[in-house]
T-cell receptor, first 114, second 113 residues
Framework: KAGVTQTPRYLIKTRGQQVTLSCSPISGHRSVSWYQQTPGQGLQFLFEYFSETQRNKGNFPGRFSGRQFSNSRSEMNVSTLELGDSALYLC?????????????FGPGTRLLVL | AQSVTQLGSHVSVSEGALVLLRCNYSSSVPPYLFWYVQYPNQGLQLLLKYTSAATLVKGINGFEAEFKKSETSFHLTKPSAHMSDAAEYFCAVSEAAGNKLTFGGGTRVLVKP
């Protein structure tokens, strides 16, 4: 099976702009989670989507949002970008069953905010 | 709230020497525990996971980890380091199946020839 794919891999934006990142999970996986990785804060959970519904949310401001489509693909949106939003954004997918606990990560999208 | 502590943000080992990466966690319930590895400009790759079966868990690339409940630890070891082991390693905990992962700060491993 193909792994988790994320597009684009690299992105440069300026402060105040908005950005949309895309994640395609492993075929058959219904759950998609997003994480932010920065040198200062490390890896932090943003949110999880399962069957098009947000099931869990981390401690991030409302500028960070997401959605999931019927084919399980997910998008993450950040509005009014700030310099501190520069990070590697990782998407992870899993089957979504109650006993499935392994998350498989994509290569990430590296966002630079100038 | 869960937390994960990885002792040592950087570890330097000689090729062929033992690799030992320390991870301690706090959790109010029996956790699921994971070790992930991240190579430069890549995502996270699962090395191994503990899910309340055997306390000694074997993973890929010769790594293994032992769950010690009394010490709330899940240290990662590899008997003989290889140059290809140079990467950053993350310990993570989840309180329930499918729940969000809480990560430690990571340990960057340098392997000297």
């Amino acid at each position: 099976k193909a792994g988790v794919t994320q597009t684009p891999r690299y992105l440069i934006k300026t402060r105040g702009q908005q950005v949309t990142l895309s994640c395609s999970p492993i075929s058959g996986h219904r759950s998609v989670s997003w994480y932010q990785q920065t040198p200062g804060q490390g890896l932090q959970f943003l949110f999880e989507y399962f069957s098009e519904t947000q099931r869990n949310k981390g401690n991030f401001p409302g500028r960070f949002s997401g959605r999931q489509f019927s084919n399980s693909r997910s998008e993450m949106n950040v509005s009014t970008l700030e310099l501190g939003d520069s990070a590697l954004y990782l998407c992870a997918s899993r089957e979504g069953g109650e006993t499935e606990e392994t998350q498989y990560f994509g290569p990430g999208t590296r966002l630079l905010v100038l | 709230a869960q937390s994960v502590t990885q002792l040592g943000s950087h570890v330097s080992v000689s090729e062929g020497a033992l690799v030992l990466l320390r991870c301690n966690y706090s959790s109010s319930v029996p956790p699921y525990l994971f070790w992930y590895v991240q190579y430069p400009n890549q995502g996270l790759q699962l090395l191994l996971k503990y899910t309340s079966a055997a306390t000694l868990v074997k993973g890929i690339n010769g790594f293994e980890a032992e769950f010690k409940k009394s010490e709330t630890s899940f240290h990662l070891t590899k008997p003989s380091a290889h140059m290809s082991d140079a990467a950053e390693y993350f310990c993570a905990v989840s309180e329930a199946a499918g729940n969000k992962l809480t990560f430690g700060g990571g340990t960057r491993v340098l392997v000297k020839p």
